[in-house]
């Protein structure tokens, strides 16, 4: 009996045909991801920025007490912030050595002092450029 003939496998490209479609597939969904989280990304932008001012030492009737302050604007107004750093350190400077320290020592003191602080840059500067100016260091002390 003659020897049978051993078949001559066909090409089977099933596998690669999966694979490709499987490939495809992750492409367009992460794509399709990508074009959805875009438009929360440039939303999740930061809006505001801060600048720090200060340290501050202030002797004043009978008081001394040393500052921090950070001043919040929005994003497009944090540059003019930095580069103005020191004409604000010097109105806040003479704006807080102006301030009874009484009212200091008080919480709701504190939050008017922040809103006058905030009014006076407004008012010093060509428009209203800053959001909040907020104490991020005090210590308030009775000589």
């Known amino acids: 009996?003659?020897?049978?003939?051993?078949?001559?496998?066909?090409?089977?490209?099933?596998?690669?045909?999966?694979a490709g479609i499987l490939v495809?597939?992750?492409?367009?969904?992460?794509?399709?991801a990508w074009a959805?989280?875009?438009?929360?990304?440039?939303?999740?932008?930061?809006?505001?920025?801060?600048?720090a001012v200060g340290p501050f030492?202030?002797?004043?009737?009978?008081?001394?007490?040393?500052a921090s302050l950070a001043i919040q604007t929005d994003s497009d107004n944090?540059?003019?912030?930095?580069?103005?750093?020191d004409a604000l350190n010097?109105?806040?400077?003479?704006?807080?050595?102006?301030?009874?320290?009484k009212t200091l020592s008080t919480p709701a003191g504190l939050v008017s002092t922040q809103q006058v602080l905030t009014q006076t840059i407004n008012q010093s500067f060509d428009r209203p450029r800053v959001q909040q100016v907020l104490f991020?260091?005090?210590v308030l002390?009775?000589?």
Do not use: C, S
């Open 1 to 18: 009996m003659p020897a049978a003939k051993k078949k001559k496998p066909k090409d089977d490209y099933t596998f690669a045909y999966m």
């Open 24 to 32: 495809a597939g992750l492409v367009v969904g992460f794509v399709a």
């Open 36 to 51: 959805y989280y875009k438009p929360f990304q440039q939303q999740l932008r930061a809006d505001v920025a801060f600048a």
């Open 57 to 66: 030492h202030i002797e004043n009737q009978g008081y001394t007490f040393n």
């Open 78 to 85: 944090g540059r003019w912030a930095k580069k103005n750093k």
């Open 90 to 101: 010097d109105l806040l400077y003479r704006t807080l050595l102006d301030t009874d320290p």
């Open 136 to 138: 991020t260091d005090f």
């Open 141 to 143: 002390q009775a000589d």
